[in-house]
Antibody
Framework: QVQLLQSGAEVKKPGSSVKVSCKAS????????IAWLRQAPGQGLEWMGGIIPFFGITNYAQRFQGRVTLTADESTGTAYMELSSLRSEDTAFYYC??????????????WGQGPLVTVSS | QSVLTQPPSASGTPGQRVTISCSGSRSNIGSNHVHWYQQLPGTAPKLLIY???KRASGVPDRFSGSKSGTSASLAISGLRSEDEADYYC??????????FGGGTKLTVL
């Protein structure tokens, strides 16, 4: 059974960066595709991008280009999402999820718990 | 505003059949698979239907999906109280982006 365990909730100042981790267990991490999504409180889901850890291939949503960086550490089976230049509108739950079918897809069969990142002065 | 359009709310009584629609365009639903997610309050979304009409593991056959042209639908028959949740459709867009509908809040009366 695949499990994705994410880091905890964070409170950040506007203009700073946040890095959320996602540790995978129970599956083949390196051949997986890990996607990142977010959900503002009370709002819908938003796809941010995905990474294939083995190849380091990434695909980012255009609206986050230049502000989000997806990386992965194969040795620990951990994926990371770093979002910079934070603003209040970035306050959201940030989920990692295992994607089926490559970085160009939205079929996610396993999800992390989605920690809340709060951006506030 | 989401590119995939869903009704914001839907409702039904126990035992009824409810459908939730998802409308897109040729570049997303019209040329790619549609997936559906169920999100119970305070939890992460869960894959419900994948590739238009296939039920994910453990999903009861009360749930079914369909797609025609640039629209898709999720149907829930024999409605139960535990079906009360938010439902999201999702599809890849040929502009190289993942898209979600705005979500439909299902209330079981």
């Amino acid at each position: 059974q695949v499990q994705l365990l994410q880091s905890g909730a964070e409170v950040k100042k506007p203009g700073s960066s946040v890095k959320v981790s996602c540790k995978a267990s129970g599956g083949t991490f390196n051949s997986s595709v890990i996607a990142w999504l977010r959900q503002a409180p009370g709002q819908g889901l938003e796809w941010m991008g995905g990474i294939i850890p083995f190849f380091g291939i990434t695909n980012y949503a255009q609206r986050f280009q230049g502000r989000v960086t997806l990386t992965a550490d194969e040795s620990t089976g951990t994926a990371y999402m770093e979002l910079s230049s934070l603003r209040s509108e970035d306050t959201a739950f940030y989920y990692c999820a295992r994607a089926v079918g490559g970085v160009r897809g939205v079929m996610f069969d396993y999800w992390g718990q989605g920690p809340l990142v709060t951006v506030s002065s | 505003q989401s590119v995939l359009t869903q009704p914001p709310s839907a409702s039904g009584t126990p035992g009824q059949r409810v459908t939730i629609s998802c409308s897109g365009s040729r570049s997303n639903i019209g040329s790619n698979h549609v997936h559906w997610y169920q999100q119970l309050p305070g939890t992460a979304p869960k894959l419900l239907i994948y590739k238009n009409n296939k039920r994910a593991s453990g999903v009861p056959d009360r749930f079914s999906g369909s797609k025609s042209g640039t629209s898709a639908s999720l149907a829930i028959s024999g409605l139960r109280s535990e079906d009360e949740a938010d439902y999201y459709c999702a599809a890849w867009d040929d502009s190289l982006s993942g898209l979600f509908g705005g979500g439909t809040k299902l209330t079981v009366l």
